[in-house]
């Protein structure tokens, strides 16, 4: 583990942990404050992530900065990373093997960060996270709390675009996640 993230980033650079590292363009590292309250983790990056190397740019991070804006929450004041760090194929789940590779990258990211709320978007976070017994669809909305930091299943925008009506319970997710941070005086 590292303790800072200049080193950090560096030990990424030429990952080839898994097999992942042949088909990327970029690794898709993280993005935001790094000193923030609230932390989003997704669940790898498609095909705009990859290109220009930044997380939740394409259509599903558009419709989470629409949702963000509505709801009041500022992108720059929340990190933002993924379970895994480069595009799987045909934006398929990363499989076991790849998400435990990235793990450790994952888990000295938020050792950095120090989020007091992590916001689990979709399944894949939800599974690598709090463990494989847990269920997105019966979990999402629920707080956690493991390790002194809350967690906040929620599903994963790219879910949104597929179920239209997954849309109005992610949006009462992120009201739910500005309420609470706004009671902790939490940025948002």
């Known amino acids: 583990m590292f303790d800072n993230w200049e080193d950090l980033e560096k030990s990424i650079i030429n990952c080839n942990k898994c097999k992942l590292n042949s088909g990327?363009?970029?690794?898709?590292?993280?993005?935001?404050?790094?000193?923030?309250?609230?932390?989003?983790?997704g669940e790898g990056p498609g095909a705009?992530?990859?290109?220009?190397?930044?997380?939740?740019?394409?259509?599903a991070g558009q419709l989470m900065d629409k949702a963000?804006?509505?709801?009041?929450?500022?992108?720059?004041?929340?990190?933002?990373?993924?379970?895994?760090?480069?595009?799987?194929?045909?934006?398929?789940?990363?499989?076991?093997?790849?998400?435990t590779s990235c793990l450790n990258y994952l888990?000295?990211?938020?050792?950095?960060?120090?989020?007091?709320?992590?916001?689990?978007?979709?399944?894949?976070?939800?599974?690598?996270i709090l463990g494989e017994e847990h269920s997105i669809t019966k979990e999402r909305g629920i707080?956690?709390?493991?390790?002194?930091?809350?967690?906040?299943?929620?599903w994963h925008p790219a879910a949104l675009l597929r179920d239209e009506n997954k849309k109005i319970e992610f949006w009462?997710?992120?009201k739910l996640l500005k309420d609470v941070a706004k009671e902790e005086n939490l940025a948002i």
Do not use: H
Request: one cysteine or more.
């Open 48 to 59: 705009d992530e990859d290109k220009e190397g930044v997380p939740f740019v394409g259509k």
């Open 172 to 174: 009462k997710d992120l």
């Open 107 to 128: 888990r000295n990211q938020v050792i950095l960060v120090k989020p007091k709320i992590i916001v689990l978007l979709g399944s894949t976070a939800l599974k690598n």
């Open 24 to 41: 990327r363009t970029n690794i898709v590292f993280g993005v935001g404050n790094k000193d923030a309250d609230i932390m989003f983790i």
């Open 68 to 99: 963000f804006d509505g709801i009041g929450i500022n992108r720059d004041n929340v990190y933002i990373a993924n379970i895994v760090k480069c595009r799987p194929p045909q934006n398929r789940v990363p499989e076991k093997d790849e998400a």
């Open 143 to 154: 707080w956690a709390d493991k390790k002194g930091i809350r967690y906040l299943p929620t």
